[in-house]
């Protein structure tokens, strides 16, 4: 049995407010009592123009709740958004709007970005904030961290591009490893390498050809796989225990990861000294990483590589380094001794051809048609062994083990929750500041999360309490803003 329900009682009148609308236990809620809004005006100051004529803008404050509604519950547009906002009263009590009160044009926003922050650290700002709250409140567990990239599709058609050569980017510690180069040279009795710099007739910069997109010149040529391939940007980002965002780097998506590590690094270690353990996949797993994290005195965990050698050859660990002959043993005890250092860093260790010759193991060693075998130690390759050894360690493996849990769960979160998956902004500035939107709104909805959890939310008093400081910021935000137009 069944009752027909009648669409009458949506004609009668009811005598409500907005905020009786709002389910009592809605994200929104959480978050609002979670944080005070109201620094937001203290990074917009100076931003806005003091013309004392014309139509006022937007409440600075109302403008970015509107873009946290778009990045935290994952809309594909701010149209869309804008869409939504209008009827979800939800929406609507968390921007401070009524129930008919006009929400502003989807456009607004755009305007806004192009007017004012385009070019400002405003959103990382924002970012810091948020972080800084979640470390005052004691939820940032940031002894062992956690660095991974990961890849935004780009708003570009890949079928629709042109060839241009590039100039290749040096490394960033090319300076540091020529000094290692030439020292090491020294110490063997090598001449140092000749520097074209220094020339008359310098080496002209190396080059490379790449595919570059019309659409979106600043994405890079991605291939995912072997054969499906595409252009994107990507996110160099780290985590801590709690799966807090601690900070990220973006670039195109043709950059490797472990050339985006130093600058992400450095930002997190400055902001919190406490790291420990620095939790790294393979990808990372390079000399010059390794020494970076071990001179900081903190402790890289890192997984088992696998060595790239062809199939039914030596593996290069057979080839045993005796430091203190500054020679290699091949797997048939052998010697190879020490022959140059090359402009890459790498020792190279060379055979006798007269021995090789009479080796019956040579099929399983080289197919070279001098019959020599050349083995490359870097000469930071110490690090490399030291990483190993603590991979070895329980605590640092179990460590490493949390990956998944925490940096490949946040990117899984950032795609299939909050839209991140692909963007439909072109050029980097744009695309780094939906990013950092992304993920301050997801460390907001967490922390929003954990201080209801631990009952650190405001009480009804505190609450309001709160919201008439808010007013007053606002009022006063305003007042300066009068002040200034008038004289």
């Known amino acids: 049995m069944y009752v027909k329900k009648s669409r009458a009682s949506q004609q009668q009148?009811?005598?409500?407010c907005i905020e009786d609308l709002v389910p009592e236990n809605h994200l929104v809620r959480d978050i609002d009592k979670a944080i005070d809004f109201s620094f937001i005006y203290e990074k917009v100051k100076g931003l806005y123009s003091d013309i004392p004529w014309g139509k006022p803008g937007i409440d600075p404050v109302c403008l970015f709740k509107i873009v946290f509604i778009q990045y935290l519950f994952g809309i594909r547009s701010m149209r869309q958004t804008i869409k939504e906002i209008e009827v979800n009263m939800a929406y609507r009590w968390f921007i401070g709007y009524d129930i008919g009160e006009k929400i502003p044009h989807f456009s607004t926003f755009g305007k806004n970005y192009m007017r004012r922050f385009q070019g400002t650290t405003v959103f990382e700002e924002i970012f810091t904030h948020i972080l800084r709250e979640a470390v005052d409140c004691g939820f940032i567990d940031a002894s062992a961290v956690f660095i991974d990239g990961t890849h935004i599709k780009a708003s570009a058609n890949k079928n629709k591009s042109t060839k241009e050569i590039v100039e290749?980017?040096?490394?960033?510690?090319?300076?540091?490893?020529?000094?290692?180069?030439?020292k090491d040279r020294e110490d063997h009795g090598k001449k140092p390498l000749k520097n074209h710099?220094?020339?008359?007739?310098?080496?002209?910069?190396?080059?490379?050809?790449?595919?570059?997109?019309?659409?979106?010149?600043?994405?890079?040529l991605f291939h995912k796989g072997e054969h499906e391939k595409c252009f994107a940007y990507v996110a160099n980002t780290a985590c801590d225990k709690h799966n807090f965002i601690l900070g990220f780097e973006l670039n195109e998506g043709s950059v490797h990861d472990s050339r985006m590590f130093d600058g992400l690094y450095e930002t997190v270690l400055k902001q919190f000294p406490e790291i420990e353990t620095v939790a790294v996949d393979a990808g990372y797993k390079t000399p010059w990483i390794m020494k970076q994290i071990?001179?900081?005195?903190?402790?890289?965990?890192?997984?088992?590589?696998?060595?790239?050698?062809?199939?039914?050859?030596?593996?290069?660990?057979?080839?045993?380094?005796?430091?203190?002959?500054?020679?290699?043993?091949?797997?048939?005890?052998?010697?190879?001794?020490y022959s140059t250092t090359n402009r890459d860093g790498y020792r190279e260790f060379k055979s006798d051809p007269q021995i090789c010759k009479e080796c019956d193991k040579i099929s399983q060693c080289t197919e070279s048609k001098a019959q020599q075998k050349m083995v490359q130690r870097h000469v930071w390759e110490s690090y490399i062994e030291l990483a190993e050894d603590y991979r070895h360690t329980p605590k640092y493996?179990?460590?490493?083990?949390?990956?998944?849990?925490?940096?490949?769960?946040?990117?899984?979160?950032?795609?299939?929750?909050?839209?991140?998956?692909?963007?439909?902004?072109?050029?980097?500035?744009k695309v780094k500041m939906q990013v950092t939107l992304t993920f301050a709104c997801m460390n907001l909805k967490k922390l929003a999360t954990w201080k209801r959890r631990k009952g650190l939310l405001p009480s009804a008093a505190q609450y309001v309490y709160g919201k008439i400081t808010s007013f007053i910021k606002k009022i006063t935000y305003y007042e300066q803003k009068s002040t200034l137009r008038i004289a």
């Open 197 to 220: 710099d220094n020339d008359d007739d310098p080496k002209p910069p190396e080059s490379k050809t790449i595919k570059q997109s019309t659409t979106d010149p600043e994405s890079g």
């Open 397 to 429: 493996r179990d460590i490493y083990k949390l990956r998944c849990q925490t940096i490949e769960r946040v990117f899984a979160d950032a795609k299939e929750k909050h839209a991140m998956r692909y963007t439909q902004l072109r050029g980097l500035q």
């Open 294 to 337: 071990i001179d900081s005195q903190r402790i890289p965990a890192v997984p088992y590589k696998r060595p790239m050698t062809k199939e039914g050859f030596f593996k290069k660990y057979e080839y045993v380094y005796d430091e203190y002959y500054d020679c290699i043993l091949c797997p048939n005890n052998q010697v190879l001794r």
């Open 13 to 16: 009148i009811k005598f409500l």
């Open 168 to 182: 290749k980017q040096a490394k960033t510690y090319q300076k540091q490893l020529d000094e290692e180069i030439t």
